[in-house]
């Protein structure tokens, strides 16, 4: 009896009594609802149940009065189908809401999916912009052609001109044919500034 005060009195406080529940996988029991919310969203879970009904309602309407075992009014089958309903609606509600866990979930992945392709895309459109700006100051196939064509004329020319000099420096060393020769070829501007002897002229004095 002491003890039993001792225990009793309301100054001292009481000790906490832990309450063991019962533990689950949560993901065991998600998966398992997610099973029976997807059974009872398809068409053989409403052919079945419509069956089953029908032949409750037939057993117990056209049996004899002694095997009948749930009469008229149906208060058991109305007692089975509110079981059902309380059970049925919070195991879709759970399925939902994995549903739209793992749905945020994929969206997530897609939102970061898509920033790393538009980051991408933003990198390979700088790249294409600077190798187009690198390419245009680059030496085009039409501006070689154009400048090897030039060079290649300006190689002919000097070649021509060289072979006439080399002719005329043959003709003036051999006597009696520079002159002849001399005075029907008109003379080259290029050779105006070189005497008889490929040497350059010098001006002539003038007498006082």
Sequence with gaps: MAEQRRVERL????????????????????????????????????????????????????????????????????????????????????AQNRQADRDRLAMEEDRRRATMQKADTEYLSREIAALRIAMGEMATRDFIRGELARLAEELDEASQRRQRLERRQQERATPGTADQEGLDEPRDEVDGDFARDGRPATPRRTEG
């Excluded at 949560?26 to 919310?37: H, L, N």
């Excluded at 117990?60 to 009948?68: E, M």
């Design 11 to 94: 100054d001292q406080p009481r000790e906490p009594r832990a309450v063991k529940l019962p533990r689950f996988d949560p993901e065991a029991f998600g998966r398992w609802s997610e099973g029976i919310a997807r059974s009872m969203g398809t068409a053989n879970f409403i052919v079945y149940m419509t069956a089953v009904i029908g032949i409750w309602f037939g057993w117990n309407t056209l049996a004899p009065p002694s095997l009948r075992f749930d009469p008229y009014t149906f208060t058991f089958l109305t007692l089975v189908l509110s079981l059902q309903a309380s059970y049925a609606a919070p195991l879709i509600l759970l």
